[in-house]
C-alpha cells in the first residue's frame, strides 16, 4: 500500500504484478520446501532454475509497463 500512495504521490506509473504469474512461483517454492528432501541435486537445480524463470517473467512484465 506504501508504495503505491508514494507512485500515486510523486505521478509515477503504477502497474499491477499477474497474480497467476505470482502464484506460480509461490507454488514452486512451496513445493520445493516440500520435496527437497526427497529430490536429487539435479531436479533441484532444475526446479529453481524454473521458478527462476517465472520470476524474471514478472520481473520484465513489471519493466514493459
Known amino acids: 500500500m506504501s508504495s503505491y500512495l508514494r507512485k500515486a504521490g510523486l505521478q509515477k506509473e503504477i502497474y499491477s504484478i499477474p497474480d497467476e504469474e505470482l502464484r506460480k512461483v509461490y507454488n514452486g517454492i512451496v513445493e520445493l520446501k516440500?520435496?527437497?528432501p526427497y529430490m536429487s541435486h539435479e531436479e533441484i537445480k532444475e526446479k529453481i532454475t524454473e521458478m527462476q524463470s517465472n520470476f524474471?517473467?514478472?520481473y520484465n512484465y513489471k519493466?514493459?509497463?
Do not use: A, C, G, T
Request: glycine fraction near 0%; aromatic fraction near 12%; charged fraction near 55%.
Open 34 to 36: 516440500n520435496e527437497f
Open 63 to 65: 519493466k514493459r509497463r
Open 56 to 58: 524474471l517473467d514478472i
